[in-house]
C-alpha cells in the first residue's frame, strides 16, 4: 500500500468522516483558510490513482468515497512505524510510547486494560 502525503491525509481523514463527499462537501469540512478547489482537485486525481478514493459520476458532479479503511491505513502505517524505527519490535515500541509521551496514570491504566483484554481473546 502506498503512503499518502499530509495533505492527501487531512482530505482522507475527511472523506473518512464524511464517508460519501462531493467536491462542495469537502471544501465545507476544511476549516479556514479553505484550499481551492483546484488544490482539493489535484489531491483526489492523486488519491485515485493511488487506489484511495474512486467516484460515481452523476451528470456533471461526482461522489467521492473511500476504498481504503481508516483502520486499514493506518494498521499499516503503524506496522511500517514499528518494523523501521523499533526493529520489528512492539514492546520496543510500547517502551518508547508509555515512557515519551507523558501519559498520565489513568491513560497508563486503560493501556494496560486493553492489553489484558487482547491476551485474554487470543487465549480463546
Not at 110 to 116: F, N, P, Q, R, S
Amino acid at each position: 500500500m502506498q503512503q499518502l502525503t499530509n495533505a492527501e491525509e487531512q482530505l482522507m481523514e475527511h472523506l473518512w468522516n464524511l464517508d460519501k463527499a462531493f467536491m462542495k462537501d469537502l471544501l465545507e469540512a476544511y476549516p479556514e483558510p479553505k484550499p481551492k478547489t483546484t488544490t482539493v482537485a489535484t489531491l483526489l486525481k492523486r488519491m485515485i490513482d493511488k487506489n484511495f478514493v474512486a467516484y460515481t459520476e452523476y451528470g456533471n458532479s461526482r461522489e467521492y468515497y473511500p476504498l481504503v479503511l481508516k483502520t486499514v491505513y493506518f494498521s499499516k502505517h503503524v506496522n511500517g512505524l514499528i518494523k523501521n524505527f523499533f526493529n520489528d519490535s512492539a514492546s520496543q515500541f510500547a517502551s518508547f510510547f508509555t515512557t515519551e509521551t507523558n501519559l498520565s496514570e489513568k491513560e497508563l491504566e486503560e493501556l494496560k486494560k486493553i492489553v489484558d483484554r487482547a491476551i485474554l481473546k487470543k487465549k480463546k
